[in-house]
Protein backbone atom coordinates (compact mmCIF):
# COMPACT_ATOMS: atom_id res chain seq x y z
CA UNK A 1 0.00 0.00 0.00
CA UNK A 2 1.25 3.14 -0.45
CA UNK A 3 2.21 5.68 1.95
CA UNK A 4 -0.25 9.16 2.03
CA UNK A 5 1.59 12.30 2.91
CA UNK A 6 -0.05 14.35 5.86
CA UNK A 7 -0.27 18.07 6.57
CA UNK A 8 -0.99 20.31 9.45
CA UNK A 9 -0.82 23.28 9.66
CA UNK A 10 0.72 25.33 13.21
CA UNK A 11 -1.04 28.44 15.00
CA UNK A 12 -1.02 30.14 18.49
CA UNK A 13 -3.70 32.07 19.08
CA UNK A 14 -2.20 35.16 19.42
CA UNK A 15 0.65 36.91 17.43
CA UNK A 16 3.40 34.64 16.67
CA UNK A 17 3.95 31.36 15.62
CA UNK A 18 7.34 29.31 16.04
CA UNK A 19 8.27 32.79 14.69
CA UNK A 20 8.64 35.97 16.91
CA UNK A 21 9.21 37.92 13.79
CA UNK A 22 5.90 36.86 11.94
CA UNK A 23 4.13 40.01 14.23
CA UNK A 24 6.52 42.36 12.73
CA UNK A 25 6.57 41.20 9.09
CA UNK A 26 4.15 43.17 6.94
CA UNK A 27 2.17 40.97 5.44
CA UNK A 28 0.76 39.94 8.68
CA UNK A 29 -2.52 40.54 10.41
CA UNK A 30 -2.80 42.48 13.35
CA UNK A 31 -6.14 40.65 13.79
CA UNK A 32 -5.27 38.13 16.30
CA UNK A 33 -8.30 38.26 18.67
CA UNK A 34 -11.05 38.44 16.05
CA UNK A 35 -12.89 35.14 14.34
CA UNK A 36 -11.91 36.56 10.50
CA UNK A 37 -8.18 35.61 10.66
CA UNK A 38 -8.65 32.12 12.34
CA UNK A 39 -11.69 31.77 9.68
CA UNK A 40 -9.49 32.81 6.62
CA UNK A 41 -6.64 30.29 7.94
CA UNK A 42 -8.95 26.92 8.43
CA UNK A 43 -10.72 27.44 5.38
CA UNK A 44 -7.33 28.09 3.28
CA UNK A 45 -6.04 25.06 4.46
CA UNK A 46 -9.31 23.22 3.73
CA UNK A 47 -9.08 24.43 -0.18
CA UNK A 48 -5.08 22.72 0.13
CA UNK A 49 -7.15 19.55 1.97
CA UNK A 50 -4.50 19.31 4.80
CA UNK A 51 -5.58 17.02 7.73
CA UNK A 52 -5.46 19.49 10.31
CA UNK A 53 -4.73 22.95 12.02
CA UNK A 54 -2.84 22.54 15.24
CA UNK A 55 -2.90 25.16 18.02
CA UNK A 56 -0.45 25.00 20.63
CA UNK A 57 -0.96 27.28 23.84
CA UNK A 58 0.96 28.04 27.28
CA UNK A 59 -0.89 29.04 30.08
CA UNK A 60 1.21 32.02 31.51
CA UNK A 61 3.25 35.24 30.64
CA UNK A 62 6.68 34.27 29.64
CA UNK A 63 8.60 35.48 32.84
CA UNK A 64 11.81 33.15 33.22
CA UNK A 65 14.05 34.90 31.74
CA UNK A 66 15.18 37.41 34.78
CA UNK A 67 11.80 37.30 36.58
CA UNK A 68 10.59 40.02 34.58
CA UNK A 69 7.00 40.40 32.47
CA UNK A 70 7.90 44.17 30.89
CA UNK A 71 10.25 42.93 28.51
CA UNK A 72 8.34 40.19 26.85
CA UNK A 73 5.09 42.18 26.83
CA UNK A 74 6.96 45.09 25.02
CA UNK A 75 8.32 42.76 22.27
CA UNK A 76 5.59 40.48 21.66
CA UNK A 77 7.37 37.42 22.62
CA UNK A 78 5.77 33.72 22.38
CA UNK A 79 2.56 33.61 25.14
CA UNK A 80 2.67 37.54 26.06
CA UNK A 81 -0.81 37.99 24.60
CA UNK A 82 -2.77 34.53 23.83
CA UNK A 83 -6.23 33.69 23.87
CA UNK A 84 -7.99 30.13 24.43
CA UNK A 85 -7.67 27.81 21.44
CA UNK A 86 -10.29 25.77 22.53
CA UNK A 87 -13.02 28.19 22.01
CA UNK A 88 -11.15 29.15 18.43
CA UNK A 89 -11.72 25.82 17.52
CA UNK A 90 -15.44 25.92 18.45
CA UNK A 91 -15.84 28.83 16.27
CA UNK A 92 -14.12 27.38 13.11
CA UNK A 93 -16.09 24.07 13.63
CA UNK A 94 -19.34 26.01 11.58
CA UNK A 95 -17.39 27.35 8.90
CA UNK A 96 -15.32 24.57 7.87
CA UNK A 97 -16.05 20.95 7.06
CA UNK A 98 -13.25 18.93 6.20
CA UNK A 99 -10.41 20.59 8.11
CA UNK A 100 -9.49 18.52 11.61
CA UNK A 101 -8.79 20.83 14.31
CA UNK A 102 -6.12 20.24 17.14
CA UNK A 103 -5.88 22.05 20.44
CA UNK A 104 -3.50 22.26 23.24
CA UNK A 105 -4.78 21.17 26.38
CA UNK A 106 -2.24 20.67 29.93
CA UNK A 107 -2.75 17.18 31.76
CA UNK A 108 -1.53 19.17 34.82
CA UNK A 109 -3.61 22.57 35.71
CA UNK A 110 -6.57 21.17 34.68
CA UNK A 111 -9.00 17.68 36.00
CA UNK A 112 -9.66 15.32 33.20
CA UNK A 113 -13.43 15.30 33.70
CA UNK A 114 -13.46 18.96 32.61
CA UNK A 115 -11.05 17.92 29.79
CA UNK A 116 -13.07 14.85 28.45
CA UNK A 117 -16.34 17.16 28.78
CA UNK A 118 -14.62 19.92 26.28
CA UNK A 119 -12.76 17.20 23.68
CA UNK A 120 -15.97 15.17 23.73
CA UNK A 121 -18.20 18.59 22.82
CA UNK A 122 -15.68 19.61 20.39
CA UNK A 123 -15.92 16.49 19.18
CA UNK A 124 -19.25 16.62 18.74
CA UNK A 125 -19.77 20.21 17.53
CA UNK A 126 -17.21 19.44 14.21
CA UNK A 127 -18.47 15.86 13.32
CA UNK A 128 -15.48 14.01 14.30
CA UNK A 129 -12.78 16.37 13.38
CA UNK A 130 -10.73 17.05 16.70
CA UNK A 131 -7.45 16.06 17.97
CA UNK A 132 -5.54 16.98 21.43
CA UNK A 133 -2.35 17.91 21.75
CA UNK A 134 -1.53 16.61 24.91
CA UNK A 135 1.14 19.00 27.00
CA UNK A 136 2.64 18.96 30.68
CA UNK A 137 3.02 22.78 31.11
CA UNK A 138 6.75 24.08 31.21
CA UNK A 139 7.39 26.05 34.49
CA UNK A 140 6.58 27.92 37.63
CA UNK A 141 4.39 30.74 35.98
CA UNK A 142 2.04 28.72 35.00
CA UNK A 143 1.89 27.15 38.50
CA UNK A 144 1.48 30.25 40.02
CA UNK A 145 -1.88 31.49 37.65
CA UNK A 146 -3.25 27.93 38.97
CA UNK A 147 -2.96 29.02 42.50
CA UNK A 148 -0.14 26.40 42.78
CA UNK A 149 3.37 27.16 44.83
CA UNK A 150 5.51 24.59 43.15
CA UNK A 151 5.70 23.44 39.80
CA UNK A 152 5.88 19.88 39.55
CA UNK A 153 9.36 17.88 38.33
CA UNK A 154 9.63 16.62 34.49
CA UNK A 155 9.08 12.86 35.51
CA UNK A 156 6.06 13.83 38.17
CA UNK A 157 4.44 15.83 35.25
CA UNK A 158 4.39 12.65 33.37
CA UNK A 159 3.12 10.43 35.75
CA UNK A 160 0.50 12.25 36.65
CA UNK A 161 -0.38 13.16 32.69
CA UNK A 162 -0.12 8.90 32.38
CA UNK A 163 -3.10 8.24 35.04
CA UNK A 164 -4.85 11.83 33.25
CA UNK A 165 -5.19 10.33 30.22
CA UNK A 166 -6.23 6.71 31.75
CA UNK A 167 -8.99 8.54 33.32
CA UNK A 168 -10.18 10.57 30.34
CA UNK A 169 -10.62 7.36 28.70
CA UNK A 170 -12.48 5.84 30.99
CA UNK A 171 -15.29 8.75 30.70
CA UNK A 172 -15.10 8.81 27.04
CA UNK A 173 -15.78 5.11 27.24
CA UNK A 174 -19.08 5.61 30.11
CA UNK A 175 -21.48 6.40 27.27
CA UNK A 176 -22.22 2.98 24.88
CA UNK A 177 -22.14 3.77 21.18
CA UNK A 178 -26.09 2.88 21.39
CA UNK A 179 -26.79 4.33 24.62
CA UNK A 180 -28.95 7.41 23.27
CA UNK A 181 -32.10 6.25 22.62
CA UNK A 182 -34.49 9.33 21.73
CA UNK A 183 -37.67 7.72 21.53
CA UNK A 184 -40.24 10.34 21.62
CA UNK A 185 -43.43 8.52 21.50
CA UNK A 186 -42.11 6.29 25.35
CA UNK A 187 -40.55 9.35 26.38
CA UNK A 188 -37.24 6.94 26.44
CA UNK A 189 -34.37 9.11 26.31
CA UNK A 190 -31.35 7.01 27.13
CA UNK A 191 -30.43 3.14 28.08
CA UNK A 192 -29.74 3.62 31.48
CA UNK A 193 -27.94 0.23 30.85
CA UNK A 194 -25.23 1.41 28.77
CA UNK A 195 -24.44 4.30 30.90
CA UNK A 196 -21.64 3.48 33.35
CA UNK A 197 -20.09 5.19 36.11
CA UNK A 198 -16.02 5.40 36.34
CA UNK A 199 -15.57 5.29 39.87
CA UNK A 200 -11.62 5.94 39.15
CA UNK A 201 -9.78 6.79 43.06
CA UNK A 202 -5.95 7.11 41.92
CA UNK A 203 -2.60 8.89 42.87
CA UNK A 204 -3.88 12.08 41.46
CA UNK A 205 -7.40 12.12 40.62
CA UNK A 206 -10.69 10.77 41.88
CA UNK A 207 -14.07 11.19 39.56
CA UNK A 208 -17.23 9.06 39.77
CA UNK A 209 -18.17 9.76 36.42
CA UNK A 210 -20.22 9.16 33.85
CA UNK A 211 -19.16 11.73 31.63
CA UNK A 212 -21.97 13.98 30.58
CA UNK A 213 -21.25 14.22 26.80
CA UNK A 214 -22.57 11.30 25.14
CA UNK A 215 -20.60 9.18 22.87
CA UNK A 216 -19.40 11.34 20.01
CA UNK A 217 -18.71 10.66 16.65
CA UNK A 218 -14.83 9.45 16.59
CA UNK A 219 -15.57 8.34 20.33
CA UNK A 220 -12.63 10.32 21.88
CA UNK A 221 -10.41 12.90 20.11
CA UNK A 222 -7.06 12.19 17.94
CA UNK A 223 -4.42 12.19 20.74
CA UNK A 224 -1.44 14.27 19.77
CA UNK A 225 1.61 14.74 21.55
CA UNK A 226 5.79 16.15 21.05
CA UNK A 227 7.88 13.91 23.20
CA UNK A 228 11.18 14.72 23.16
CA UNK A 229 12.79 13.45 26.32
CA UNK A 230 13.08 9.99 27.06
CA UNK A 231 10.24 10.21 29.64
CA UNK A 232 8.50 12.03 27.10
CA UNK A 233 9.49 9.89 23.97
CA UNK A 234 7.84 6.50 26.34
CA UNK A 235 4.67 8.66 26.97
CA UNK A 236 4.04 9.30 23.46
CA UNK A 237 5.13 6.03 22.50
CA UNK A 238 2.16 4.71 24.11
CA UNK A 239 -0.34 7.67 24.06
CA UNK A 240 0.16 9.25 21.04
CA UNK A 241 -1.28 8.93 17.13
CA UNK A 242 0.17 11.93 15.97
CA UNK A 243 3.06 13.39 17.07
CA UNK A 244 4.79 17.20 16.64
CA UNK A 245 8.67 16.82 16.24
CA UNK A 246 11.42 19.57 16.21
CA UNK A 247 15.06 18.80 14.70
CA UNK A 248 16.64 21.36 12.19
CA UNK A 249 18.62 18.33 10.73
CA UNK A 250 17.47 15.21 8.88
CA UNK A 251 19.98 12.75 10.79
CA UNK A 252 17.92 14.08 13.71
CA UNK A 253 15.17 13.38 12.27
CA UNK A 254 15.59 10.50 11.40
CA UNK A 255 16.91 9.28 14.59
CA UNK A 256 13.83 10.39 16.19
CA UNK A 257 11.38 8.63 14.02
CA UNK A 258 13.17 5.54 14.30
CA UNK A 259 13.33 5.78 18.42
CA UNK A 260 9.42 6.90 18.42
CA UNK A 261 8.71 4.18 15.81
CA UNK A 262 10.62 1.52 17.93
CA UNK A 263 9.16 2.10 21.41
CA UNK A 264 5.90 1.99 20.14
CA UNK A 265 6.62 -1.19 18.70
CA UNK A 266 7.90 -2.16 22.26
CA UNK A 267 4.57 -0.99 23.52
CA UNK A 268 2.64 -3.28 21.62
CA UNK A 269 1.27 -1.05 19.24
CA UNK A 270 1.32 -0.95 15.35
CA UNK A 271 4.38 1.59 14.51
CA UNK A 272 1.83 2.56 11.71
CA UNK A 273 -0.40 4.16 14.11
CA UNK A 274 1.78 6.78 15.27
CA UNK A 275 2.10 9.45 12.51
CA UNK A 276 5.50 11.53 13.02
CA UNK A 277 5.16 15.10 12.29
CA UNK A 278 8.15 17.06 11.58
CA UNK A 279 7.90 20.91 11.58
CA UNK A 280 9.76 23.16 9.13
CA UNK A 281 9.01 27.10 8.03
CA UNK A 282 8.72 27.43 4.33
CA UNK A 283 10.26 30.59 2.16
CA UNK A 284 8.53 29.97 -1.61
CA UNK A 285 9.55 32.13 -3.91
CA UNK A 286 9.08 32.31 -8.49
CA UNK A 287 12.94 31.94 -7.65
CA UNK A 288 15.69 30.30 -5.14
CA UNK A 289 17.03 34.02 -4.95
CA UNK A 290 13.54 35.50 -4.38
CA UNK A 291 12.94 32.98 -1.85
CA UNK A 292 16.06 33.68 -0.37
CA UNK A 293 15.41 37.43 0.15
CA UNK A 294 12.02 36.65 1.81
CA UNK A 295 14.15 34.23 4.08
CA UNK A 296 16.54 37.14 4.90
CA UNK A 297 14.28 39.74 5.18
CA UNK A 298 12.27 37.45 7.82
CA UNK A 299 15.16 36.40 9.77
CA UNK A 300 16.60 39.88 10.42
CA UNK A 301 13.71 40.64 12.18
CA UNK A 302 13.75 38.04 14.43
CA UNK A 303 15.44 39.46 18.00
CA UNK A 304 17.59 37.42 19.77
CA UNK A 305 16.01 38.78 23.37
CA UNK A 306 13.23 37.39 22.51
CA UNK A 307 14.29 33.44 21.19
CA UNK A 308 15.79 33.51 24.81
CA UNK A 309 12.74 34.79 26.68
CA UNK A 310 10.81 31.47 25.16
CA UNK A 311 13.93 29.12 25.52
CA UNK A 312 13.73 30.39 29.12
CA UNK A 313 10.32 28.90 29.49
CA UNK A 314 10.54 25.97 27.49
CA UNK A 315 13.77 25.17 29.91
CA UNK A 316 12.10 26.72 32.87
CA UNK A 317 15.81 27.85 33.03
CA UNK A 318 16.46 31.61 33.11
CA UNK A 319 19.19 32.68 30.59
CA UNK A 320 19.35 36.35 31.14
CA UNK A 321 22.23 35.48 34.38
CA UNK A 322 24.78 34.50 31.21
CA UNK A 323 26.70 36.81 28.61
CA UNK A 324 24.71 36.70 25.09
CA UNK A 325 28.16 36.50 23.38
CA UNK A 326 29.59 33.29 25.52
CA UNK A 327 29.20 29.94 24.07
CA UNK A 328 26.54 27.60 25.38
CA UNK A 329 28.66 24.35 25.47
CA UNK A 330 28.83 23.46 29.50
CA UNK A 331 25.24 25.42 30.14
CA UNK A 332 23.05 21.96 31.65
CA UNK A 333 19.31 22.92 32.32
CA UNK A 334 16.44 20.63 33.72
CA UNK A 335 12.82 21.60 31.87
CA UNK A 336 12.10 20.49 28.28
CA UNK A 337 15.14 18.40 28.29
CA UNK A 338 14.79 17.41 24.26
CA UNK A 339 14.57 20.47 22.87
CA UNK A 340 17.66 21.69 24.97
CA UNK A 341 19.68 19.05 23.58
CA UNK A 342 18.49 19.91 20.20
CA UNK A 343 19.74 23.50 20.88
CA UNK A 344 23.00 22.48 22.57
CA UNK A 345 24.02 20.05 20.05
CA UNK A 346 23.68 22.79 17.48
CA UNK A 347 25.69 25.20 19.69
CA UNK A 348 28.45 22.59 19.66
CA UNK A 349 28.36 21.48 16.04
CA UNK A 350 28.32 25.37 14.80
CA UNK A 351 30.34 26.95 17.87
CA UNK A 352 27.68 29.64 18.55
CA UNK A 353 26.94 32.23 20.80
CA UNK A 354 24.11 32.79 23.20
CA UNK A 355 23.65 35.65 21.01
CA UNK A 356 22.99 33.10 18.33
CA UNK A 357 20.77 30.76 19.92
CA UNK A 358 18.16 33.46 20.34
CA UNK A 359 18.55 34.37 16.90
CA UNK A 360 17.69 30.99 15.70
CA UNK A 361 15.56 30.69 18.64
CA UNK A 362 13.16 33.88 17.57
CA UNK A 363 13.34 32.41 14.29
CA UNK A 364 11.51 29.73 14.94
CA UNK A 365 12.18 27.82 17.44
CA UNK A 366 14.77 25.92 15.61
CA UNK A 367 12.30 24.82 12.96
CA UNK A 368 14.27 24.21 10.07
CA UNK A 369 13.75 26.55 7.40
CA UNK A 370 12.60 25.42 3.75
CA UNK A 371 13.67 27.63 1.18
CA UNK A 372 12.80 27.17 -2.79
CA UNK A 373 10.66 27.96 -5.39
CA UNK A 374 7.38 25.33 -5.19
CA UNK A 375 9.88 22.50 -6.75
CA UNK A 376 12.37 22.61 -4.07
CA UNK A 377 10.03 23.01 -1.37
CA UNK A 378 8.26 19.49 -2.46
CA UNK A 379 11.82 18.29 -3.32
CA UNK A 380 12.85 18.91 0.12
CA UNK A 381 9.36 17.20 1.58
CA UNK A 382 9.46 14.02 -0.52
CA UNK A 383 13.28 13.31 0.05
CA UNK A 384 12.24 13.82 4.13
CA UNK A 385 9.16 11.76 3.68
CA UNK A 386 11.24 9.07 1.29
CA UNK A 387 14.04 9.25 3.37
CA UNK A 388 12.61 7.71 6.88
CA UNK A 389 12.22 11.39 8.61
CA UNK A 390 8.28 11.45 8.58
CA UNK A 391 4.73 10.76 8.01
CA UNK A 392 3.41 13.94 7.17
CA UNK A 393 5.00 17.78 8.00
CA UNK A 394 3.73 20.70 10.23
CA UNK A 395 3.80 23.78 8.50
CA UNK A 396 4.55 26.84 10.29
CA UNK A 397 4.27 30.70 9.18
CA UNK A 398 6.38 33.08 8.84
CA UNK A 399 3.66 35.56 8.18
CA UNK A 400 0.28 34.70 8.80
CA UNK A 401 -1.71 34.37 6.69
CA UNK A 402 0.32 34.63 4.00
CA UNK A 403 2.39 31.83 4.15
CA UNK A 404 -0.28 29.09 4.25
CA UNK A 405 -1.87 31.32 0.89
CA UNK A 406 1.70 30.79 -0.74
CA UNK A 407 2.15 27.00 0.28
CA UNK A 408 -1.56 26.42 -0.63
CA UNK A 409 -1.74 27.66 -3.67
CA UNK A 410 2.11 26.68 -4.97
CA UNK A 411 3.07 23.98 -3.11
CA UNK A 412 0.10 21.80 -2.90
CA UNK A 413 -0.24 21.49 -6.32
CA UNK A 414 3.02 20.03 -7.00
CA UNK A 415 2.75 17.27 -3.68
CA UNK A 416 -0.39 16.31 -5.76
CA UNK A 417 1.13 16.23 -8.99
CA UNK A 418 3.82 13.93 -7.76
CA UNK A 419 1.22 11.61 -6.06
CA UNK A 420 2.13 12.31 -2.55
CA UNK A 421 -0.65 14.13 -1.21
CA UNK A 422 -4.21 13.83 -1.35
CA UNK A 423 -6.39 15.43 -4.08
CA UNK A 424 -10.13 15.54 -2.39
CA UNK A 425 -11.17 14.21 1.22
CA UNK A 426 -11.80 10.84 1.39
CA UNK A 427 -13.23 10.48 5.05
CA UNK A 428 -15.24 12.56 7.45
CA UNK A 429 -13.33 12.36 10.28
CA UNK A 430 -9.40 13.85 11.31
CA UNK A 431 -8.65 10.10 11.73
CA UNK A 432 -10.28 9.26 8.67
CA UNK A 433 -7.90 11.95 7.34
CA UNK A 434 -5.12 9.89 9.11
CA UNK A 435 -5.60 6.39 8.20
CA UNK A 436 -6.06 5.94 11.52
CA UNK A 437 -8.91 2.66 12.79
CA UNK A 438 -11.35 2.89 15.12
CA UNK A 439 -10.19 4.34 18.76
CA UNK A 440 -9.47 2.13 21.08
CA UNK A 441 -10.32 3.23 25.11
CA UNK A 442 -7.96 1.09 26.10
CA UNK A 443 -4.42 1.96 26.63
CA UNK A 444 -1.07 1.00 26.03
CA UNK A 445 0.47 -1.09 29.23
CA UNK A 446 2.91 1.31 31.28
CA UNK A 447 6.40 0.31 30.15
CA UNK A 448 9.49 1.82 31.84
CA UNK A 449 12.00 4.50 30.23
CA UNK A 450 13.85 3.57 27.73
CA UNK A 451 17.19 5.64 27.99
Known amino acids: MTRELHLAGFLI ?66 AAATIDPSLVAASLANVTENLGLAITKSTTYFHPYEVARIFGTLDHLTRGRIGWNVVTSLNQAEAHNFGVQEHLGHDERYARAQEFLEVAFKL ?37 GPLTVPHSPQRRPV ?32 AYYDDIKSRASNAGRNPDDVKIFPAFVPFIGETE ?15 PIS ?3 TLSVHTDHDFSQYDLDAPVEEVTVPGTQGLFEVAHRLSVKNDLTLRDVGKLYAQGVLLPQFVGTPEQIADRIEESFHGGEADGFIVSAAQAP ?36 EASLTPAPRTATVA
Do not use: C, M
Request: glycine fraction near 8%; avoid cysteine; hydrophobic fraction near 35%.
Open 13 to 78: ASNVTHSHAAWRHPGSTTDYFGPDYYRRVAQTLERGKFDFLFFADLLATPVRFGDDIRVPIERGTQ
Open 172 to 208: WGSWERDALVQDKASGRFADPDKVHTVDHAGEWFATR
Open 223 to 254: VIQAGSSPTGRDFAARWAEAIFEIDPTPEGRR
Open 289 to 303: AIAKEKQAYHNELAD
Open 307 to 309: GLI
Open 402 to 437: GTFDEFVDQVVPELQRRGLFRTEYTGNTLRDHLGLG
